[in-house]
């Protein structure tokens, strides 16, 4: 493996998405390990890295999450836990999301 400089690191955000009327808010932390850091200069070795994080999203549950990124692409899985009204009509139960994510060069 090649040499990082940190290792982990903790990486906060709020997320706000909107579609038509429906609003959501959701913020909390990854802790992210690398590791693998990547080849600086000829791009053929890609960055590795293995994250966890715990987030909340605003009057509605709690969510846990799992990521591993490799280069500008992660794939992970997240669970829901209802912590509002719908946790009757769940009983509790919240439900699994798999995602995929690209980040482009910026």
């Known amino acids: 493996f090649r040499r990082v ?6 990486m906060p955000g709020i997320f706000y998405h909107y579609q038509g009327s429906a609003r959501e808010l959701l913020a909390g932390t ?9 080849s600086k200069y000829t791009g053929y070795e890609k960055a590795f890295a293995v994250s966890l994080g715990m987030f909340v999203r605003a009057k509605d549950a709690f969510v846990a999450k799992g990521m591993i990124s490799r280069g500008d ?5 997240s669970y ?5 009204s719908l946790a009757t009509a769940s009983r509790s139960r919240g439900g699994y999301e798999i995602f995929l994510q690209f980040r482009g060069k910026r």
Not at 80 to 84: E, L, P, Q, R, V
Request: proline share 0%.
């Open 30 to 38: 990854y802790y992210k390990y690398m590791i693998n850091s990547g």
């Open 73 to 77: 692409y992660s794939m992970g899985m």
């Open 5 to 10: 400089l940190f290792r982990s690191v903790w």
């Open 80 to 84: 829901d836990i209802n912590t509002s």
